[in-house]
C-alpha cells in the first residue's frame, strides 16, 4: 500500500498510500536497515494523514528521493524537470562557484544529479526567468553578480554576462519585448546599494540600468530593513515591455523599462497589509489572485487572505476574494488549466527551517465562486525553500523545504498531486481529451492553429512553462484561447497578437472537455 526508501539521516520519514483501502491496523515492515548496522529498525511515532474522496480532494503519489532538497525548480519540455539547491545538497553557505542540480525525468520517475562548475556560480537564492526560446535564466544568490543560462535542448549550462548590481533573493520577469527584467534583492551582494532594476538582452547578452526603477519605491515595512524588504517580489509582465508589480508590498507600481525605466504607483492592493512570503497567480488574462504571505519575512503571523487583481489598460483594480482556510506564509501556488489556484504547504507563523505550524491541507480557489476548497492531505510539510511546479499531464509537482545542513527539517523529496479534476469518486483516473495534431514546436503571435482532437472538446489553453522558488513563480501565465471548431475532431485556435498577453516562451497547449478535464499538454514555443 505504501513503501519507500529513505536517508541515513534523523529527519521524518514519509511514505503516501498509492490507493484507498478499509482498515483497523497498519503494519510497518522494515527490508533493510541503514548504513547496515544490524538487524533492527524503531520508529518512535507514527501519523496517519487523510483519508479524502479523490473526485473532491485530488490524491498524492509516492514520495520521490531527490539527491538534494530541491530549493529551486524549472519545468522543461520532455517531461523533465530541472532542480537546484546550492553548492551542497543538504546546506548552503559562502560562494563556492558551483551548484548541486538534479532533473526528474517525469516518464520514468528517475532523478540524475550533476554538479555544475562551469558557469562559476552558486545559484542558491536566485532570480529566475524563462526566456523566449525555452532557456532558463538564473541570476545572482550566493555568487551574486553571476548569471546563467541553462539550455534544456542540449542540456547544458553556460555563463552570461555579470549583472551590474550584485544580488539575491531578487525577482525576475520575462518583459513582453523578449528582454528579461530583475529588481530587488539585498539578501546577498552590497547591502548599502539599491537593488534598482536592470535589463538583460538575449541578443547582445549583455545587461542595461534602469537607474528609474529604484527598489525602495517597492519595499515592504520589514523591521530588518531593504535585507529583507526587497525580496521576492511578485511581478507580472504586460504590453510595451512594463511590468506590474503587486507585491509583495501592499503598494503597488507600474514599471516601465524604456529608456531610463521609471516606477508609478498603481493603488493599493485593497486593505491587504504587506504580504512578503506569499505569492501571487495570474488566472487569466489580465487576472490574478494573491495568496497569503505576512507582514514580516519571519517571526510575524501569516495570513488567510485572498485579494484578485484585475488589470484593464494601466488601470489596477484590487478586491479581496474569499479567505483560505489557513494563513500561510512560506507556501506554493499553482494556476491548473481549468483557471482554479492550488495553493500547497505554508506555515502559520513563518519561521525559516522549521516545520512548527505547517499547513498540511492544500487547497484549491475557484475564480467562479470565490471560494477555497480542502485537498488531499500533504505527508511532508512544505515550507521555507518549497517548490510546486504545473506538469505537462496536468498534475503538479509539490517538493523541497530545508537546506539547513545538520538539521530535523531538510526535505530532499517531492511528490506529484493528481487535482480532482482528473479522478472519479473510487479514484481512477477520469477519461481524458486527447491532441492528436496540428500543435508545431513553434508558433508566432497572432497564428492560428489546426488542431486535432480524438474527440470533441469545449476550450483550449496555452499554460507557460514556469521556474518557482522561495514561494514565488513570476513566469506562470494562463491564456485561454480563441477556438472554432471547423469539422469533427478539429479547431481553429487563435494565440493572441500581443506579447503582452502571451509572453514569449514555451508553453504547454491543453485541450479541456465540458466538465473541465484536460488532456495532456503539448509543448509550443510562441516567440
Not at 487569466?284 to 497569503?292: E, S
Request: aromatic share 8%.
Amino acid at each position: 500500500m505504501a513503501s519507500g526508501t529513505w536517508r541515513d539521516d534523523d529527519t521524518v520519514k514519509t511514505a503516501t498510500f498509492t490507493r484507498a483501502a478499509p482498515t483497523r491496523y497498519v503494519r510497518l515492515t522494515v527490508t533493510t536497515e541503514a548504513g547496515g548496522r544490524g538487524p533492527w529498525t524503531s520508529a518512535g511515532e507514527i501519523r496517519l494523514s487523510g483519508p479524502a474522496s479523490p473526485a473532491v480532494h485530488g490524491s498524492w503519489g509516492r514520495i520521490i528521493g531527490f539527491p538534494l532538497v530541491p530549493v529551486a525548480t524549472a519545468a522543461l519540455p520532455g517531461d523533465k524537470l530541472l532542480a537546484w539547491s546550492a553548492y551542497a545538497v543538504d546546506r548552503f553557505g559562502g560562494s563556492n562557484g558551483y551548484t548541486q542540480t538534479a532533473i526528474l525525468d517525469l516518464k520514468t520517475g528517475k532523478v540524475t544529479q550533476r554538479r555544475i562548475d562551469n558557469t562559476a556560480h552558486d545559484m542558491f537564492c536566485p532570480g529566475i526567468a524563462m526566456l523566449a526560446d525555452g532557456r532558463v535564466l538564473v541570476t545572482g544568490g550566493s555568487n551574486a553578480e553571476k548569471a546563467s543560462v541553462y539550455d534544456p535542448a542540449t542540456d547544458s549550462w553556460s555563463a552570461t554576462t555579470d549583472m551590474n548590481i550584485a544580488r539575491g533573493y531578487q525577482a525576475m520577469t520575462l518583459l513582453s519585448t523578449g528582454e528579461a527584467f530583475v529588481l530587488g534583492g539585498s539578501w546577498s551582494g552590497n547591502a548599502s546599494t539599491d537593488k534598482a532594476g536592470e535589463v538583460w538582452s538575449p541578443d547582445t547578452r549583455t545587461w542595461r540600468k534602469l537607474p528609474g526603477v529604484l527598489a525602495s519605491q517597492a519595499l515592504t515595512a520589514d523591521p530588518a530593513g531593504p535585507y529583507r524588504a526587497d525580496n521576492h517580489m511578485w511581478l507580472h509582465a504586460t504590453s510595451g515591455g512594463k511590468v506590474l508589480q503587486l507585491g509583495p508590498s501592499k503598494q503597488m507600481n507600474w514599471i516601465s523599462t524604456s529608456g531610463q525605466g521609471s516606477v508609478t504607483p498603481a493603488g493599493t492592493r485593497a486593505d491587504s497589509q504587506d504580504a512578503m512570503t506569499g505569492n501571487a497567480v495570474p488566472y487569466d488574462i489580465g487576472k490574478l489572485v494573491t495568496l497569503g504571505g505576512s507582514p514580516a519575512y519571519q517571526d510575524s503571523p501569516a495570513t488567510q487572505r485572498a485579494y484578485t487583481v484585475g488589470i484593464s489598460g494601466s488601470q489596477v483594480q484590487a478586491a479581496r476574494t474569499g479567505d483560505m482556510a489557513h494563513p500561510r506564509a512560506f507556501s506554493n501556488s499553482v494556476v491548473l488549466p481549468d483557471g482554479k489556484v492550488a495553493v500547497f504547504g505554508g506555515q502559520a507563523h513563518p519561521v525559516p527551517f522549521s516545520d512548527a505550524t505547517s499547513v498540511l491541507t492544500p487547497e484549491l480557489w475557484d475564480p467562479a465562486t470565490g471560494r477555497f476548497t480542502p485537498l488531499a492531505s500533504m505527508a511532508v510539510p512544505r515550507n521555507y525553500h518549497s517548490v510546486a511546479n504545473l506538469l505537462p499531464d496536468g498534475r503538479v509537482f509539490s517538493g523541497g523545504g530545508g537546506l539547513c545542513g545538520d538539521c530535523a527539517t531538510n526535505h530532499p523529496d517531492g511528490a506529484v498531486f493528481t487535482p480532482p479534476y482528473l479522478l472519479d469518486a473510487d479514484g481512477s483516473p477520469k477519461p481524458r481529451p486527447v491532441i492528436t495534431g496540428g500543435v508545431p514546436p513553434r508558433a508566432a503571435p497572432g497564428t492560428q492553429l489546426t488542431v486535432s482532437t480524438g474527440s470533441s472538446v469545449a476550450s483550449f489553453v496555452l499554460m507557460r512553462a514556469a521556474a518557482a522558488t522561495h514561494s514565488t513563480d513570476n513566469d506562470q501565465r494562463r491564456v485561454p484561447l480563441v477556438s472554432t471548431p471547423t469539422g469533427t475532431g478539429a479547431y481553429t485556435v487563435s494565440i493572441p497578437a500581443d506579447t503582452g498577453v502571451v509572453l514569449p516562451g514555451t508553453y504547454m497547449l491543453f485541450a479541456l472537455d465540458a466538465q473541465g478535464v484536460p488532456s495532456i499538454g503539448q509543448f509550443v514555443t510562441v516567440s
